[in-house]
């Protein structure tokens, strides 16, 4: 029992892997929500229970991103269910439709219940001379105390009531033993149990992975848990913005502008989004301040003089070229405003490299 209360917890607490990118440029903010809501409405081939937007298996994203392609070139839900019923039948879809292949599973609970009230008019007849209720106390005495009468003193009817109530436990336990099988046959005819299996060992790798992951495997993790949380609420600007940091972190800087314009798209341009988007394009330069990249950081210190992306862009980008002056004033100015997500130690620490390295090279400068 508990092995298969161990296959059922399985079930619902896989966690696939999540290797794909789920950052899409919808045209239109409200087209996102519609997205998000009809992927839930359609099941996952490959899981055992999850919808296109619960699961991170390679299946489930790409039929999302189908999805959300569909929606952005203006096609209706009616005409994307199509698509995914003819390619995956009936079973995409939570509530399928009544048809004769259906017929058993819409018509299951009603039968049952017509046979239990046809039980139930059967043995609870009113016997004559009777009501139902003392009939039915009498039998049910009788069958417990059965021991305690002679056989000159069992009278017919009392016989009959036993009968009843017997044929009723039977009816009882044989309908909890059918509704207990069926789902089991079903699942069993479907070959899920291989999945489960294959599922379980991609449960026990991937806990081998977390405890010898490396900082960029976190990382990974990390994007996979804000992509989860960014499914359920599409429009949360600030997890599209702490994906764009992380995807920055992994070298997937087109990626992580695509994140910021998402978060652009719903807050407007906010200085620390316009600071963040040059600082992932002056990556994908390969570290050089283009035009596009001097443009957004001069927009976003317009607005706002103390942005602390902006600044510490420029502070990285001016040590790099050992212009440590500059770097010093950039950094001291970040220290000055006071912000909340100023990391001061790093910045502290990185201004007595830049001193220490500005009068090492007075020095060599006196000496020539």
Known sequence: MK??????CLIFSLSAYGEMVDTFPFKRTEDRIRAVELAKSLRCPQCQ???L???????AYDLRMEVYKMIDEGKTDEQIIDVMTARFGHFVLYKPPFQWRTALLWGLPFLLLIVALIIVWRYGAKPKGRSVATAT?????????????LPNEVKPDQVNQQSAVKHVRVFVWGMWILLMLLPLLYYFSLNRFDVVKEGEQAFAEKQQQIQ??????????YIIDIQNKLRKEPNNAQAWIELGQAYVLSNEFENALTAYGNAEKIMGSQPAILGLAATALYYQAGQRITPRVQQLIQIALTQDENETASLSLL?????LHTDYANALKYWQKLLDS??????RRQIIESMRMAENLLRAKKTHEELQ
Do not use: C, M, Y
């Open 3 to 8: 092995k298969w209360l161990g296959f059922l």
């Open 49 to 51: 229970n999850q919808n």
């Open 53 to 59: 937007v619960e699961s991170n298996s390679p299946i």
């Open 137 to 149: 106390e009498t039998a049910l005495w009788d069958l417990e105390n059965t021991a305690t009468f």
């Open 212 to 221: 010898t992951a490396t900082a960029h495997a976190r990382n990974d993790d």
């Open 315 to 319: 502070a990285s980008d001016a040590f």
């Open 338 to 343: 006071e912000r909340s997500e100023v990391d």
